[in-house]
């Protein structure tokens, strides 16, 4: 049998975290994360499921769209440009898996199936493209049919049966004006890099970035959701009391929305860093990092704390200028914190992020435990160690 | 000076748990709350912040539309109900400051200003009346005009000084197609009583309540926020470290949609409950309450525990079947609780909610404390005590 992953893109940043190969599934350096609120292409965090396919280019793709009372009709990239009106938004995306390690390492004696992503599956472009909502009237969708609830995506990317990966939204977010939904064939202005997506992929802001078909084969409105693998039985969140032997996928709603979360950067997590306080009475530390919350709510605030969360620290936010209900792109933020005076040895640090719906981030692993490892926004950590 | 409370509702149920008597703030028993998905209007919470205004009746009652960009006029009850289509929607209203006791009762020795609400600050009802938007669209609002960016709503209640109740939501969520935004004349298919906004209120599901005007008297379109008091200086979040002496109004913004939250109204809280274990080795209690999310983000699961959240037991949920994205109703929850084999003594039983978004509650109220005591959605805790 061929090997499916014979030709992959060459041109992959050897700064990223590789977490599996084939598929490549690799993050951005978390140092470098919250440098700037647009993440530059070349370390863009990048999930594939399957092989990154073959032979798609400019010139000969096309687009389908079709489906329950859609025109069905096949879209030249060349008519898509020229036929609709372009959008630029600058939106996050983040893998619904982002920082599972910090559930994988918390005391559950149970297991969790998934990359051991960190906390850099995630990040910021502009996406420059035309409104799905716009290419599905044009196609002639009727909002009110009752057998038109869901908008189907399929990818070119395929298994070695033939099978494609594929996902689908609610019709509510892909026809809200305020949604802004894209068919997207740029990203911070450049052409889409295969591993993206080119030449053309869905971009939905404010949902899981596993709903963001890349290589967009086909659109379909349904009354059902995708019946693929990824939709039915992966991307989904359950109760800390269920596990591989007792879960029922039909049981959980497919995860769209995601929740409010932040990441602290800088320091980076997982070791202890040493800080001198020669003879500081005052002794204050930088910690950095990144915010963002699904549903288009924007963050409003970041706090920090050094006492495990009595007392906080307010950071000072980086973010774009985004209207309510449509706050797509994250919060880089900063804090000063202070130091207790006259503390030596370790100290921990946590932040947590509250959205424009006040919605914050849960403390510790236990209450949001799942079996995929999903969603995981707890209290990001770090840990200092004051010497005199 | 006449006294403003003189012509006060005389219907007001005896078993409502009073907060303050003039103006009223009262709340549900909180026992009964969790009885049935839809409030009875009796019984159902009243959150006035003026006295209730005299003289308002069905025949002379008038609506003034108005603010930039829309056509200026006055619309009688008849008009609204002849001119526009009547729609009819079940949705949750919360006030921004329920749960604030869990706040108060807190550790932090630094002061919130506002009514002691319990739990129960908080119901359900189908409301009927016209669409917002419906009423936007007639007096000729352009969304696109960079000029309108909120619909500002006053009320008739008013202060000794003349100034009335103002609140105001962004244009967005005005116009929103699925936002259903309701100019409301009936509540549970009755008409409104005075304590609930007759003869017409502002419903905005998903919203915190105290921008759901009663008594409307205008609406306007505007480029900024209602000015009013409890828009500008009153209902916003601040970070914990944000107190009475160095609060700044302007650095917040206006709560609109509510986080998700949950609460046990069954045994209640604030009491320890003694079950007799009667020699049974296999013990279970029943444990009810309601759970509840902001921006029309439904409730898909509550999660209930015995050993402080390290494990989870799942609750079964009564809801009413709504879209995604337009879950206004709560859901009601019971879980029969495990209580462990061989426990005798006290036990706390916690329970939080997670939503569409999977946003889920924090555990404790340190990191959501905040001055005006608003938003508080920790985890509910009861006390049992297990005696042989």
Redesign the interface.
Known sequence: MKNPYVDQPTDRHPSLGVRSKEPLNAETPLELLAESLLTPNEIFYIRNHLPVPMRLSDDTYTLRVGGDGLKSRRLSLGDLKKRFKQHTIVATIQCTGNRRKDLMDSPSPKEIKGLKWEGSAIGTATWTGVLLRDVLIAAGIDESDPNIRHIRFEGHDEDITGSTYGASI?V??AM?P?GDVLLAFEMNGKELSRDHGYPLRVLVPGVAACRSVKWLKSIEAHAEESESFWQQNDYK?F???VDWDNVDWTS??A??????TSAITEPAPGRTHVVKRDGDDHLTVTVKGYAWS??G?GI??V?V?VDG??????ATLKKIDQ????GWAWALWECEVEIPKGHTGPIDVVA?A?D?????????A???WNLRG??CNTWPRIRLDISD
């Open positions: 609610p509510s977010k809200d305020r969140s109760s800390p009391n959980s709603p995860i769209q929305n995601m929740p409010v699904g549903g709510n409003v605030r706090d704390s969360g009595t007392t906080w620290q307010d209207q309510p209900g449509r947590k509250m424009e719906s006040c919605n914050t981030q849960p403390e510790r236990e209450g949001i999903v969603c």
